[in-house]
Nanobody
Framework: QVQLVESGGGLVQPGGSLRLSCAVS????????VAWFRQAPGKEREAVAA????????YYRNAVKGRFTISGNNAKDTVYLQMFNLKPEDTAVYYC?????????????????????WGRGTQVTVSS
């Protein structure tokens, strides 16, 4: 059974940093992709970043480019989202999502329907 468990969320002041982790178990990656999404109160869930395992290509939404970095370990069982210079508008529940077959491309990486497995989320609050 595939499980994704996020951790690392918390309360941080504006300008601060956090590193989120997503532990993936139950299946190994041959290709596929992993992504981080977030959902703020009263808003739709949105894609933040994605990592395509096959070639290591990374995608980011414009609002986080230069501040967030998605990465994975060599075993491909943990995915990270390093967040710098956090802003109040980054406040949200952050979710990890994966697909184990095929990759994602520019036109699809942000679509929830691309990903088959989801974690339960971790809360990130940016406030002074």
């Amino acid at each position: 059974q595939v499980q994704l468990v996020e951790s690392g969320g918390g309360l941080v002041q504006p300008g601060g940093s956090l590193r989120l982790s997503c532990a993936v178990s139950g299946r190994t990656f041959d290709s596929g992709a992993v992504a981080w999404f977030r959902q703020a109160p009263g808003k739709e869930r949105e894609a933040v970043a994605a990592l395509r395992w096959g070639d290591g290509y990374r995608y980011y939404r414009n609002a986080v480019k230069g501040r967030f970095t998605i990465s994975g370990n060599n075993a491909k069982d943990t995915v990270y989202l390093q967040m710098f210079n956090l802003k109040p508008e980054d406040t949200a529940v952050y979710y990890c999502a994966t697909k184990f077959t095929a990759g994602v491309i520019q036109s699809s990486w942000h679509m929830e329907t691309q990903y088959n497995y989801w974690g339960r989320g971790t809360q990130v609050t940016v406030s002074s």
